[in-house]
């Protein structure tokens, strides 16, 4: 009876499915996902950029209007079917309803995240070499660029740097969702707390620092174009892992007493905490040492070591800063890999070795589109973007937010309230009708309404 030829379904196969843990564990690996270069990256270029506090204000709103609720419905949806993105789809929609097209595409958006994604991780590596051997240490703008243009630039440096991420971020899928992810993500979190703390402190004591925090949190409306919305709404989808079947992915690993509304509440609040705290590590000293905040992608790779070279022990403090954006980003990109590898193990069958190797043999392939983006192929631009701009911008804004905006419409209005409130409640285990009739109401009208109102602005469709 237990062979292994037993249909998908069958009980006992569900029980040897291999899961997180504990409740704690649930947290951390979540928060895992979710913290990443988006805080230490994406979220202080996007603030600099955008105009500081204002930015923060219109991200903070997606986050609690839009993130939070796609965060839940994926949870929920993934602890309920207890299977990759798109099985989920396939087992909890009505029959003949292609609703598992969301898990698709979030199979897709895996892939063009991670190809960006390793590329940059493959950077961070490249710099916490050059800040241990004390290259970095310039306070010349013009020094750190051509560092970076350097390691850009080269092609079998851009790819190797990637290959290395890609067989680490292997090696621990390999060891399992529990002994490979949970363990490894549990060990990184709270070292990364620690390393983050230290550079505010330090970043924070400079003299002069208060003109860095009030950039960010003394709001200028001016910058806020429909753009810098979408920007905003894309980065609160980006930052939370949504809308490309991650969360409905770890979901799935989900105990079934976990209380999904209060972790999800959890995570988002924590994944602020770093972004905030990463704004902290980084705009004081930005203006202490007078450079432009408003350097865009190139901020943490050309800015951040000069601002770290003008101050006392930079060069140690550089060395933490670099390490802890490449801890950060595992935690993350691990979640990224498990997308398609538990697509091929639960919907296939496929054991997890060969899905591993699949999903790296994959990526290998569609990152190199990344990473010789600036030199090889920098003649190759599509809609004036080279691959990795372009990757990075279709995936933020639009295959998350439009596969967000599915997932809230099948959660509002296919699912329906009952299972939500079964499901949310742990089958009535939970006293929280309350939270659940909220979480409906952000879940049917105000999400999707709000993700649709700004992609169609930020896209040039309306005008708001
Ligand atoms: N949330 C991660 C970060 O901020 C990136 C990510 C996006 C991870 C989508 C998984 C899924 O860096």
Redesign the pocket.
């Known amino acids: 009876m237990e062979s292994n030829k037993q249909p998908l379904k069958t009980p006992l196969q569900k029980a040897a499915r291999d899961g997180f843990t504990t409740g704690l564990g649930v947290i951390l690996v979540t928060m895992g ?11 202080p270029y996007m603030v600099g950029a955008f105009g500081g506090a204002a930015f923060i204000i219109v991200y903070l709103i997606s986050t609690l209007l839009v993130g939070l609720p796609v965060m839940i419905s994926e949870h929920m949806l993934g602890r309920t079917a207890k299977a990759d993105a798109i099985t989920t789809l396939q087992k909890l929609a009505p029959k003949k309803q292609p609703w598992w097209l969301i898990g698709a595409s979030g199979v897709l ?2 892939f063009v ?1 991670m190809a960006f ?1 390793s590329e940059v991780i493959g950077w961070v590596l490249a710099y916490i070499v050059k800040a241990a051997s004390g290259s970095l240490l310039t306070t010349d703008p013009n020094v750190t660029g051509a560092a970076f243009a350097q390691v850009i630039g080269n092609p079998w440096l851009s790819l190797i740097v990637q290959w290395i991420v890609i067989i680490y971020v292997s090696v621990i899928i390999l060891a399992g969702v529990s002994k490979g992810i949970e363990a490894a993500v549990k060990k990184l979190m709270p070292a990364l707390l620690i390393m983050l703390l230290i550079v505010c402190i330090r970043s924070l004591t400079l003299p002069g620092a208060g003109e860095g925090v009030a950039f960010l949190f003394e709001p200028d409306f001016s910058k806020l174009t429909g753009a810098a919305i979408m920007t905003a709404l894309g980065l609160a ?8 079947g ?2 409905i992915t770890y979901g799935s690993y989900f105990r079934d007493d976990q209380d999904i509304p209060i972790s999800a509440t959890k995570v988002m609040l924590g ?1 602020l905490g770093v972004s905030l705290l990463a704004g902290l590590a980084i705009f004081p000293a930005v203006f202490v040492y007078g450079v432009q905040p408003d350097a865009g992608p190139s901020l943490l790779f050309i800015t951040i070591p000069t601002v770290f070279a003008s101050m006392p022990a930079g060069n140690i403090f550089m060395l933490i800063f670099f390490v802890l954006s490449a801890v ?2 595992t ?3 691990l ?2 890999f498990e ?1 398609p590898v538990a697509f091929l193990s639960d919907h296939y069958g496929m054991s997890r070795k060969k899905a591993t190797l699949s999903t790296a043999i994959a990526l290998a392939l569609v990152g190199s589109l990344a990473a010789l983006s600036s030199n090889v192929l920098s003649g190759v631009s599509i809609f004036g973007l080279n691959f990795f701009d372009l990757f990075d911008y279709v ?2 804004n639009i295959l ?1 937010p439009v596969g967000g905006l599915f997932i809230c419409i099948f959660v509002g209005w296919v699912w329906g309230f009952g299972k939500i409130k079964d499901a949310l409640s742990n089958k009535g285990d939970l006293q929280n009708s309350g939270i659940i009739r909220v979480f409906f109401f952000l879940v049917r009208w105000v999400s999707p309404i709000l993700i649709l109102v700004i992609l169609l602005s930020g896209l040039g469709v309306i005008k708001i």
């Not at 996902?33 to 979220?43: D, H, P, Q, T």
């Not at 989808?237 to 490309?244: A, N, R, T, Y």
Request: no cysteine; aromatic share 14%.
């Open positions: 996902s979710a913290v990443g270069l988006g805080n230490i990256w994406k979220f958006a895996a995240i994604y989808f980006f930052k939370l892992s949504i809308g490309m991650t969360m994944d950060a980003a935690g993350a990109i979640s990224l997308v995936s933020q998350l």
